[in-house]
C-alpha cells in the first residue's frame, strides 16, 4: 500500500498526523482499566487514508456559495473485532476530532477487525479492494499486509449491485410516502423519525450499488460523506449557505434516537416540509447514480 502525502499541502499533512495521534490516544484512554483479555490485547494495527485525500481529487470551497468540502475519511484496522464498537471505544475520539482546533477538515472513519477486512478482500468487495489498491498508510503497528483481493466477475459484480439496489431503494422511497401523512397529521416526531431512514436507506442505496460495503452507522453526516465521496452529484442536495438549513438537517440527524426517546425533541413543520422536499431530490439522484452505475455493469458483464 502506499505511505506518501506528497501529494497534499503541508498543513493538511500535519493535521493528519495530529489526527492519528488523537487517534490513538483516546483508543489508549478507551481501554484503561480492562480487564477482558482482548482489551488487554487490544491493538490498533493500522490507521489508513482513503477516499478523495487519498486519490487526490478532495474539495476544499467552504468560502463558495455550495461550500463543499471533503472531509478526510479512515478505515482503522484493530485486532479484535469487539473493539469496531463505536459506542464502547470510538466516540470520544469522534468528539475529540469535531472540537480540536487543530482539525480543520472533518474527519470520517470506520472501524473493522483486520480479520473482517481480509474477509471482504478475499470475498472480492469493492469498497475494500478500492481502500487497498488507493489507500495511503498512516500509521502501522506491523507490516502484515492485508490480503491480496480477489476480484468479482463482471457478472457477479453486477448481480450483486442489481441486488443491492432493489433491496434496498424501494424501502426509502416507501419510507418517503408516511412522511407525509405524519406531517400533515401533526404527527412531527414520527415524520422525522421516518424521514431519517429515507435518508439513511438512499445513502445506503448509493453505497452498497457502487461499493458492495454499508457501515453499521445511523449517523447521517457519516453515510452522507461517504456517499458524496462516490458521486458529487450528491453534494449539490443539502444547501451549506445558509444556517438555518444545516441546522435543520442537524436536527434531523439527531431524530434516530431523540425523536423516538425524547419528550424535549422538537422539529418544525417548516423544517419537515424543506427537508422532505430535499430528500425527494436526494431520491432521484441516487436513482440516476445508481442506474448508470448498473447499466454499466450490466454492460461489462456482457448483458447488454
Excluded at 484512554?29 to 490498533?44: M, N, P, Q, S, Y
Excluded at 456559495?65 to 471505544?89: P, W
Excluded at 460523506?225 to 444545516?246: G, I, K
Aim: hydrophobic content about 40%.
Amino acid at each position: 500500500m502506499k505511505t506518501s502525502l506528497d501529494h497534499l499541502p503541508e498543513k493538511k499533512q500535519r493535521q493528519l498526523a495530529h489526527i492519528v495521534d488523537i487517534i490513538l490516544e483516546e483508543f489508549e484512554d478507551a481501554l484503561v482499566g480492562g480487564t477482558a483479555e482482548f482489551k488487554k490485547k487490544g491493538r490498533i494495527l493500522k490507521i489508513i487514508l482513503f477516499g478523495s485525500y487519498a486519490r487526490g481529487d478532495w474539495v476544499d470551497e467552504p468560502h463558495t456559495k455550495k461550500g463543499y468540502r471533503s472531509d478526510y475519511d479512515l478505515l482503522i484496522v484493530v485486532n479484535n473485532r469487539k473493539l469496531a464498537d463505536f459506542a464502547a471505544y470510538w466516540a470520544k475520539a469522534k468528539d475529540r476530532l469535531l472540537r480540536d482546533r487543530g482539525v480543520k477538515t472533518v474527519v470520517s472513519f470506520i472501524v473493522h477487525s483486520r480479520r473482517e477486512v481480509n474477509t471482504a478482500l478475499r470475498e472480492g468487495q469493492y469498497f475494500f479492494t478500492d481502500i487497498r489498491r488507493e489507500g495511503i498508510v498512516l500509521y502501522e503497528l506491523d507490516d502484515e499486509p492485508l490480503a491480496e483481493p480477489r476480484p468479482l466477475t463482471p457478472k457477479d459484480a453486477w448481480k450483486v449491485a442489481k441486488a443491492n439496489f432493489k433491496d434496498r431503494f424501494p424501502f426509502a422511497q416507501g419510507l418517503m410516502e408516511s412522511v407525509r401523512m405524519h406531517v400533515e397529521k401533526g404527527r412531527y416526531k414520527i415524520a422525522a423519525f421516518e424521514l431519517h431512514q429515507a435518508i439513511e436507506h438512499a445513502y445506503s442505496t448509493v453505497l452498497l450499488t457502487l461499493t458492495n460495503y454499508g457501515p453499521p452507522s445511523h449517523n447521517l453526516s457519516f453515510l452522507r460523506s461517504l456517499a458524496e465521496d462516490q458521486d458529487r452529484r450528491l453534494a449539490d442536495v443539502w444547501p451549506r449557505d445558509q444556517h438555518r438549513y444545516t441546522a435543520w438537517f442537524n436536527t434531523l440527524n439527531e431524530a434516530y434516537v431523540k425523536a423516538r426517546y425524547s419528550k424535549y425533541y422538537e422539529i418544525s413543520e417548516e423544517a419537515l416540509v424543506w427537508l422532505g422536499e430535499r430528500t425527494a431530490k436526494l431520491h432521484e439522484i441516487v436513482e440516476q447514480v445508481c442506474r448508470e452505475h448498473l447499466a454499466r455493469r450490466k454492460e461489462e458483464a456482457g448483458e447488454g
